[in-house]
Every structure is written in structure tokens, then in C-alpha cells.
């Protein structure tokens, strides 16, 4: 399940991901958000990771729809997690991701958001 983050800066997108996603986490709730930063031409995205079941291959394939055309536009991506092993995929593949990638702790999300919406 994927559900949208409120309260944060307006140049800023952010996601709680728990459980296992599905293609409509993305099509309902993922989509319209992206929708909103491509209109604001930067994206800049908080991604929190509490617990993770995995993902359909159909939420994948929504995935890769939605990022792909616009590979070169994100600007920061803030992974707020505490799960090991997505850490250390951060750590190893986060220099093929475009624009900066910082992982955090769940314990400090707040300066997620404020290391995401800064310069």
C-alpha cells in the first residue's frame, strides 16, 4: 500500500509505502502526485519505508511508466527507511539514480523532508 504524504513543502512529493504494493498504489495515488510536480518542472520526492511485502509485477511496471519519461528530471529523492537490505541497494545502486539520493532512518524523517525541499 502506498499512501500520500500532507504537510509537506510545496515543491516537495512524498509517500508512505507499507505492505505489499499493487499496481493501483501507483496508478491512484502515486500517478496524481507526480502529475502535480511534472506541472511544477522539479521533482523532489520523500519516500518512507516503514515495512515492505514486496510489489506485484504490475506495480513495477506502473513504476517504470510513470519514471522513465522523466528519468532526468528529479532533482533530490529522501529514502526514509530502516529495512537493511534497502539500505544497502541504496548504497549500491543509488548512483544510477538520477539526481541526489540520501537514505535516512525512520527516525528522522523530519530532516528528510528538510534535506529534500533545500538547495
Do not use: C, Y
Not at 534497502?86 to 545502486?93: G, R
Amino acid at each position: 500500500m502506498i499512501e500520500e504524504l500532507n504537510d509537506l513543502p510545496p515543491s516537495v512529493i512524498g509517500f508512505e509505502v507499507t505492505g505489499k504494493v499493487q499496481a493501483e498504489d501507483f496508478r491512484d495515488v502515486v500517478l496524481p502526485a507526480f502529475e502535480r510536480a511534472v506541472k511544477a518542472g522539479e521533482f523532489r520526492a520523500v519516500v518512507a519505508i516503514p515495512e515492505f511485502d514486496g510489489m506485484s509485477g504490475g506495480a513495477l511496471w506502473e513504476d517504470l511508466k510513470i519514471g522513465i519519461p522523466h528519468l532526468r528530471d528529479w532533482k533530490r529523492i529522501a529514502l526514509v527507511t530502516d529495512i537493511d537490505w534497502i539500505t544497502h541497494l541504496t548504497q549500491m545502486f543509488g548512483w544510477m539514480t538520477p539526481g541526489d539520493v540520501k537514505r535516512f532512518p525512520l527516525s528522522k524523517r523530519s530532516e528528510a523532508i528538510e534535506w529534500v525541499a533545500g538547495d
